[in-house]
C-alpha cells in the first residue's frame, strides 16, 4: 500500500543522508522525495512516499523518530490531505496534431511552458491520477522526455470524523 510520510527536520547537513540511508539499510524503497523549507528557521519539511504494509510502515516511522534531527513524523495516508505533484512532459507536437494537443492540455487544465517546430513542453499539476491520465492520452503522440517532483502533501485543516 503507497504511503505518504510527512517529515519535519532540523536542516543541518546529513539530514537527508541519514533519513534516506534509514530506508535503503533496512531495505525499504523510497518512491519519492520532495524536501522544503518550512516558515521556522532552520526547520525543513520531507514529504516521503513509499509502499509497504502497515506494519512496515509503523517500522519506518518508529526508526524516523529515534533520528536526533527528526521533529515529527505523520502519515498521512489515513488522514485528509492534500497532495500534489508537478511534471513537465516534452511530447512530439507536428503542426497536425497540435491541436488535438492543445485541447488535451486546456481539459486538464495544463500550461504550455515551452514550443518549438515540432515540440512542446507541457506543465501538469495535480494527483498522481491526473498525471497518469494525461501521460496515457498524450503517449500516442511521442513523449520524448518527462521530469516529475514527486508528491508534496499538506494535511486539510478541516478534518472530519
Known amino acids: 500500500m503507497r504511503h505518504v510520510l510527512s517529515v519535519l527536520v532540523e536542516n543541518e547537513p546529513g539530514v537527508l543522508s541519514r533519513v534516506s540511508g534509514l530506508f535503503s539499510g533496512r531495505g525499504f524503497n523510497i518512491e519519492s522525495l520532495n524536501v522544503g523549507p518550512t516558515l521556522e528557521e532552520g526547520v525543513s519539511l520531507m514529504t516521503i512516499t513509499t509502499t509497504g504494509d502497515d506494519q512496515i510502515i509503523e517500522q519506518i516511522i518508529k526508526q524516523l523518530r529515534k533520528l536526533v ?63 497518469c491520465a494525461i501521460l496515457n492520452l498524450l503517449s500516442r503522440f511521442g513523449i520524448k522526455e518527462i521530469a516529475r517532483t514527486g508528491t508534496v502533501a499538506l494535511k486539510r485543516s478541516m478534518q472530519l470524523d
Open 69 to 131: 534531527t527528526v521533529i515529527k513524523v505523520v502519515d498521512l495516508t489515513e488522514m485528509q490531505a492534500v497532495e500534489r505533484e508537478m511534471m513537465l512532459i516534452k511530447v512530439n507536437a507536428e503542426d497536425s496534431n497540435r491541436a488535438e494537443i492543445l485541447r488535451t492540455v486546456d481539459i486538464f487544465r495544463c500550461k504550455v511552458v515551452d514550443v518549438s517546430q515540432n515540440e512542446m513542453t507541457i506543465e501538469v499539476t495535480g494527483n498522481q491520477g491526473k498525471l
